[in-house]
């Protein structure tokens, strides 16, 4: 079963169960694939329904901070229930060493000498670590290996 009717199926389960925030929240991650596939006239797969998340996963981020900087706790708690919900789609994450082990063998295959050649590893990591790890921690890692020793 793909990521989208596994999506459905939970959305089938909370209607049953009267989940409101993640029945509403399962109907936001819908509506913005279908809006993708209706936009770019394509069918959506697992690896770009990721990427939907993950950039639903970082709006919430940010409502979070702002809501708690503009002393709103009510409004920030709403995003958090949300945001565990879109979690629990992602992919399972990689621990510290894998995303280094990763960053180091990207290096080498792109034949990268110094912090002008970020954008060569950065692609060849971007495609192996997509939905899998925090790609803010990744470019940190990227520009320690890459900075001159």
């Known amino acids: 079963m793909g990521l989208r009717e596994q999506i459905t199926e939970d959305m089938k389960a909370a209607m049953r169960a009267k989940e409101t925030i993640r029945l509403g929240t399962i109907r936001l991650l819908l509506s ?3 809006r993708k596939e209706v936009d770019e006239r394509i069918v959506v797969n697992d690896t770009q329904a990721v990427a939907i ?3 639903m996963i970082k709006q919430r981020k940010d409502s979070i901070s702002q809501f708690e900087a503009g002393a709103r706790p009510d409004l920030a708690d709403i995003e958090k229930a949300e ?13 510290e060493a894998e995303v280094a082990a990763e960053v180091a063998a ?13 954008g060569k590893v950065m692609a060849l990591v971007k495609a192996k670590l997509a939905g899998r790890a925090d ?7 990227v520009k320690k290996a890459l900075a001159p020793a």
């Open 53 to 55: 998340i993950e950039k």
């Open 32 to 34: 913005e694939i279908k």
């Open 106 to 118: 990207a290096v080498v295959a792109s034949g990268a000498l110094g912090p002008q050649d970020m």
């Open 83 to 95: 945001l565990a919900v879109l979690l629990a789609y992602m992919p399972a994450g990689l621990s």
């Open 135 to 141: 790609m803010s921690a990744v470019s940190a890692l």
